[in-house]
């Protein structure tokens, strides 16, 4: 374990004070510390700093264009997990490049060595052990914390992100009690505080139980490997040096199902004793079997949760049944019927802060210099906590140097799409990205992460020398590609006599032009152009996405252009929505639950794309 630097101070004068040290706390200390303001990050325990509370993996379809998108921004997440990956694979490979999901298993100990490390080199930045119990006011500004050992900081800007440990109850078969995670104390001081100054509510969410490898049957198991060729997450890792494992895959049985169903009065889930609502999209294995019946089983991945620890994350079956019935639910899958439990699953409630209180930079609307971040503003993942604190911080630190705040728009980033839905939607459940949030997810892919957001990163102080530096010598050899794949041309007859399949129409094409046809792939441009293999694997692969996707931007850039324009446009309440043909059946219904008023509402619809919008102007027009 990193030793990380441990500061105490009494009555210090701090620019900016993050509180807590998850995911959210990490990225919102080091943005701040970043941009050059003097930031001090409190915590419960600073030697937890980097914990994982529940699934030893960073990425995911939608999370990682986070993790990327974060990277891009100078922050702490991609490059943690390149330095503690150890299973990595892109998901989704086979669809386009918009929709893959760059994701890691991360080796536990090694991701929070990693995030420790990279904390203890930040410079402007002190790490303090301590409980937050209250903010200071001055007037309705903030002002400070004051922490229950009696300590007061004064500062410019808080951040609060206290994940789950704000008003944190566990729950366990039929046992409760207070916690912010299994073995570390709730936050409950601060919690009644809040409750005071902000409107806030009560989610849940859940864990399975850990399991000993060393009783796992791994031959009765099926294995998934890693990628071959592992990609980082981060533009500053050369390539990822940690080796790679593979995982088991298991899966529940009817008699798995037949122990929930006879149990179920047991789970803590089930019996009353939860009020908060849990995320949809991560249910619970007791979920799955009252949502989805005896569907033949559901999956469950085996995930070692590191290089030299026989722990066992069991993903897809969080519980908050029993341990006994934890234990016959383990026990009734095949190749685990000897195995142990080393800690079991449970469910976790805490409050959250309605995040419609917020400003899109993240800032309390009732609090200036109060901004909230990660867990507390009712999302659910590591990825979607760090975005969110490095946003705040960064915006913090600027409110402390007397700059305007920044936003990020949701044409340009996951980020943007993310904050928007929070701060003028709110939340019903925990809030999870996913790619079909985003309408301009063509644009906002994983692969020009770097090519958003870098620029504004370097504009706003946010990007390190370092950063900058690898930044422009990755868009110089991409720029230097796309001269050159535009320069480089042959006849129809030429590209014929390398076998590829074009029409004799005499049109001579540019390389851009022929790696742009679906049929083609870059190593038939090599095979024509040996020149081309000259350029790195990263930016070749950028060419070749950009190549790919420059009919569907063209096409996505004029829709946007039009929508621009017609974004006040009203809409008719009678719209018969059912009736526009090339509309999917769920926007369709999702459109008329929602009589949006406008486009510009109608655009804000959950999974709503520019083509889709381009419909339904179509149709409002035809309609007038
Ligand atoms: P956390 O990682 O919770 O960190 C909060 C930090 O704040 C801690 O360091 C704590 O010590 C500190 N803190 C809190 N209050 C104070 C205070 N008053 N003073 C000082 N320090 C304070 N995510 C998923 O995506 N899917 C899941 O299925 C899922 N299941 C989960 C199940 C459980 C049981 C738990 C505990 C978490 C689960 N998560 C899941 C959530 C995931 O852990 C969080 O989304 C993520 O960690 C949130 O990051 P955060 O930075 O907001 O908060």
Not at 441 to 469: H, Q, V, W, Y
Not at 492 to 502: D, M, T
Not at 529 to 543: F, R
Request: glycine fraction near 10%.
């Amino acid at each position: 374990m990193t030793h990380v630097k441990h500061t105490v101070m009494t009555n210090t004068l701090y620019d900016v004070v993050v509180v807590g040290g998850g995911h959210a706390g990490c990225e919102a200390a080091a943005a701040s510390a970043r941009m050059g303001a003097r930031t001090a990050l409190i915590t419960m325990d600073v030697s937890t700093i980097g914990v994982m509370s529940c699934n030893p993996a960073i990425g995911g379809l939608g999370k990682g264009h986070l993790v990327r998108e974060v990277d891009a921004l100078d922050g702490l997440m991609g490059r943690a997990a390149d330095a503690s990956g150890i299973q990595f694979r892109m998901l989704n490979r086979r669809k386009g490049p918009a929709v893959r999901g760059p994701r890691t298993q991360a080796d536990r100990k090694l991701y929070r060595k990693a995030v420790q490390g990279l904390l203890s080199e930040q410079q402007n930045l002190d790490l303090i052990s301590g409980e937050v119990a209250d903010l200071l006011l001055n007037g309705k500004r903030v002002a400070g914390v004051h922490l229950t050992d009696g300590t007061t900081i004064t500062c410019g800007g808080v951040v609060l992100t206290t994940g789950t440990f704000l008003g944190g109850i566990i729950h366990l078969g039929d046992r409760t009690w207070p916690a912010g995670r299994v073995g570390e104390e709730p936050s409950t001081a601060l919690a009644a505080r809040l409750r005071q100054h902000l409107q806030l509510g009560r989610l849940k969410t859940g864990t399975p139980p850990r399991l000993d490898g060393k009783t796992i049957d791994w031959n009765a198991v099926g294995k998934q490997d890693a990628d071959s060729n592992p990609q980082p997450f981060s533009l500053l890792t050369g390539r990822i040096e940690v080796p790679q494992i593979a995982c088991g895959i298991t899966r529940t049985t009817l008699a798995t199902h037949a122990v929930i169903r006879d149990n179920l009065h047991r789970s803590a889930m089930y019996s009353g004793s939860i009020t908060g609502v849990g995320p949809r999209y991560c249910p619970s294995i007791e979920d799955k079997v009252v949502r989805f019946g005896d569907r033949d089983g559901h999956q469950v991945f085996l995930e070692p949760e590191g290089l030299d620890d026989d722990t066992v994350y069991p993903n897809g079956i969080s519980t908050s049944l029993p341990e006994e019935v934890q234990a016959a639910i383990i026990q009734s899958m095949p190749g685990l019927e000897n195995t142990r439990i080393l800690q079991p699953g449970y469910a976790i409630e805490y409050d959250y802060a309605d995040p419609r209180q917020l400003d899109h930079s993240l800032e309390s609307k009732q609090i200036p210099g109060l901004f909230l971040a990660g867990q507390i503003d009712g999302t659910t993942g590591y990825e979607e906590a760090a975005a969110q604190g490095l946003l705040a911080g960064l915006n913090a630190a600027r409110l402390a140097a007397g700059s305007d705040c920044v936003r990020m728009s949701r044409t340009e980033s996951y980020l943007g799409v993310m904050v928007d839905d929070l701060v003028t939607r709110g939340v019903s459940e925990p809030y999870r990205m996913f790619t079909s949030r985003a309408e301009f997810r063509l644009s906002l892919r994983p692969d020009n992460a770097d090519e958003r957001l870098t620029p504004k990163a370097i504009e706003f102080g946010l990007a390190s020398t370092k950063r900058a530096k690898a930044f422009r010598a990755y868009q110089e050899e991409v720029e230097l590609g796309l001269g050159m794949l535009s320069s480089l041309k042959a006849s129809p007859n030429q590209l014929r006599s390398f076998g590829l399949s074009v029409n004799l129409d005499g049109r001579v094409r540019t390389a851009f032009d022929v790696l742009a046809s679906s049929d083609t792939s870059l190593d038939d441009i090599v095979r024509i152009w040996p020149e081309v293999d000259g350029l790195s694997v990263g930016a070749k692969e950028a060419l070749e996405i950009k190549a790919k996707y420059s009919v569907y931007l063209d096409r996505q850039e004029t829709d946007a252009a039009m929508l621009r324009k017609e974004e006040a446009r009203s809409l008719r309440v009678d719209l018969n929505y059912a009736g526009i043909s090339g509309l999917s059946n769920e926007l369709k219904a999702k459109l008329a639950a929602a009589q949006p008023s406008s486009l510009a509402d109608a655009q804000k619809i959950e999974g709503m794309t520019p083509s889709a919008l381009a419909l339904v102007l179509a149709h409002a027009h035809r309609k007038q």
